[in-house]
């Protein structure tokens, strides 16, 4: 089966789109679970529709490209979550095929192959997370081109200097997700290790990163909504605590496989098979790899979708392999049961082919119930409703909208710890105002210390007995 990707045709571009659909239909026809960061991008997507500012008016520390991007998709489409599986789709063969351009372009391989392409489309049906339109999917696009210029730059018989280039594109990567500037690490040490670039070659590197940045806020200061810019955006990432959407565990049993094979991969290469510049590349791919599993640590937010950034690399050195084992035979089963290991993993984990206690023992951890937005039975009251929830369980969210700015319940805190501060009640008296919720849930028993000091909003609101919700009463019934 390899073979049949070894030399790249027309025919096989068509065959690889075939292929990449087939794989991922039976998700379209069967419908995916609503993921909670999906319906977190769809809440953002609706509140900024309706004329409500990003930071000031919503707060969460999404990254501001990410955000325009869902508000267009929320305002050509609406709120719905088969707009962002299809866009996600079409983005993922492209980038697929940009990838397989690159590598091809950049003479990285020995031969031209269509393998990059296609190891990148089958690693992207690993989980249910890559199926949909996330940030960090968004950001590899711009990441990819990094991989382009980076290669071009330690090109011997290149005479370009692409140093502004990756500045540049890591700098957009960022505006789409906030872990991307960690992979500037990657031109640096490569660059220092492989290439003679001077200081001034740095320096501009990182005026075209920062220049990037900088438009971005002062887009934000242009609007006097800078310092809630850097508050949820960048400082979020010092105070904000982690949300862990599966287990650090279970993301290593999903990824066991392809971990595992890529690792042999990169040990197995051997360097005198190739030239010199081939082998910058392999190093430069190395920190790829290790520089992009370490940013995971810096999101907020923590599940399968942040390991998009890893793929390219993976992709990299699984075609390195599978191209050079001369074990026909080895090479065959080796690439079958990572085809195989990958379509399982994201079919059994979302469809249950196996029973919860395999998915759910302390052995295998790989637990979804944080991840899946779950419908019970009394949100059906809350269909078309204006909603507050103080906690972090966005389900209730599902059927309703978004009211007031309160969206991530870690930077809320800036507001609902610090009551004792007038400003900060007039503050919360004015959202309050702008955007009255019909219905608040309490889940962290906070609201009756805003009730008290705020006796205006206070007298329109009931509680609910025996729940930890808020009804805002009708006029017919005051």
Known sequence: MITFFRISTAYKFIFLFLLFVGLRIPFFINGIPLTVPELNWMLIGEKMNMGFSLYEEIWDDISPLSALVYWLVDRFFGKTVFAYQIIATILVFGQAILLNDILRRRQVFVEISLLPGFLYIILTCCFVDF????????????LLLVINYTLLHVNEKSRRSSVFEIGAYIGVATL???????????????????????LKGYFLMLFAF??????????FYMSNDEYSFYRSYFES????????????????????IPIAVTI???????????????NRCRRIMTFWLFISAFSILLSTKISASNLVMMLPAMAFFLSHMFLNLKKAWLRELLFLLLIASVAFSGYAIVYRFLPNQ???????????????????TQQKALKNKKILVLGENLSYYNNGRLATPYLNWNLSQYHFANMNQYNILKEIYENFRKDLPDVIIDEKNHFD?????????????????????YVRQTTSNR
């Open 237 to 256: 990432v010092v105070y904000v605590g982690k949300n862990f959407y599966l287990s650090p565990q279970g993301l290593l049993i999903i990824f066991t």
């Open 176 to 198: 789409f997700y906030l872990p991307s500037f960690f992979i500037i690490l990657v031109p640096l040490f490569s660059f220092m290790l492989l290439t003679g670039t001077k």
């Open 449 to 469: 210390k805003v009730l008290r000091p705020l006796p205006i909003i206070a007298k329109q609101y009931t509680k609910q007995t025996g729940t930890n919700w």
């Open 131 to 142: 199926y949909t339109l996330s940030p960090a999917l968004m950001a590899n696009t711009f």
């Open 264 to 278: 042999w991969a990169l040990m197995t290469i051997s360097g005198h098979r190739y030239t010199n510049y081939q």
């Open 358 to 376: 395999v998915f759910e023992t302390p052995v295998t951890n790989i637990r979804t119930d944080r991840l899946f937005i779950t419908e019970k």
């Open 210 to 219: 920062l220049f990037t940045i900088g438009i971005s806020f002062l887009t």
